[in-house]
């Protein structure tokens, strides 16, 4: 069964510098999210591509954080400079496309620990 | 967005029914009612939705109540792989895509 890549599973690094998470969704969806989960809370949205367009990026800190997804495929998420609060689960996720009654598939995450 | 409200936590024994309810009293017309669950250290996983009407899958039953500010997740014999988060997520209607608003969600602890 295909599945959501992401890479790092864990990444820990120092306040002030950058990170940056990577993504492969489910071959041939055009939707793909990112979230962000703080220990003890549900996942929140970050930021939804739907092919290479952002779509929602209202939760998104646009002063550190980017977001990109070239091709239409894989997308990277990255924090410069990254705070002690970022300590998270970053989750990505993809879906066929994005309809109200689609399936969200999502990857293993990556934990980030800012020390 | 509509707001949901969950049990913090349920208990249930194995191979017993475990129903999980959900609040929506604000939900609109067009929006569906998913329900994902979390198993400890990995992503969210689909579990059902539905709209207006009850609704069976392999992993689950989804009750809607008539007027739709309430649902059931049913899980009909519960393992101990059962054991996870629920999270009951109204799907964000009157815009072009979809939009998981996750909340706090059930933690389901289930004892051999």
């Known amino acids: 069964e295909a599945e959501v890549a992401q890479s790092p599973r864990y990444k820990i690094t120092e306040k002030s510098q950058a990170v940056a998470f990577w993504c492969d969704p489910i071959?041939?969806?055009?939707?793909l999210y990112w979230y962000r989960q703080i220990l003890g809370q549900g996942p929140e949205l970050l930021v939804q591509f739907q092919d290479e367009s952002v779509v929602d990026d209202s939760q998104l800190p646009k002063d550190r954080f980017s977001a990109e997804r070239l091709k239409g495929v894989d997308s990277t998420l990255k924090i410069q400079p990254a705070e002690l609060g970022d300590s998270a689960m970053y989750l990505c996720?993809?879906?066929?496309?994005?309809?109200?009654?689609?399936?969200?598939?999502f990857g293993p995450g990556t934990r980030l620990t800012v020390l | 967005d509509a707001k949901t409200t969950q049990p913090n936590s349920m208990e249930s024994n194995e191979e017993e029914p475990v129903h999980l309810p959900c609040n929506h009293s604000?939900?609109?017309?067009?929006?569906?009612i998913h329900w994902y669950r979390q198993l400890p250290s990995q992503g969210p996983e689909y579990v059902i939705h539905?709209?207006?009407s009850n609704v069976n899958n392999r992993m689950a039953s989804l009750a809607i109540a008539e007027d739709r500010k309430s649902s059931t997740l049913i899980l009909h014999r519960a393992t101990l792989r059962d054991a996870a988060v629920y999270y009951c997520?109204?799907?964000?209607?009157?815009?072009?895509?979809?939009?998981?608003?996750f909340g706090q969600g059930t933690i389901l602890t289930v004892h051999p």
């Open positions: 996720a993809s879906s066929f496309s994005g309809d109200r009654t689609d399936t969200q598939y």
């Open positions: 539905g709209l207006t």
């Open positions: 997520i109204p799907y964000a209607g009157g815009t072009s895509y979809g939009k998981l608003t």
């Open positions: 604000t939900i609109s017309g067009t929006d569906y």
């Open positions: 071959s041939g969806h055009a939707t």
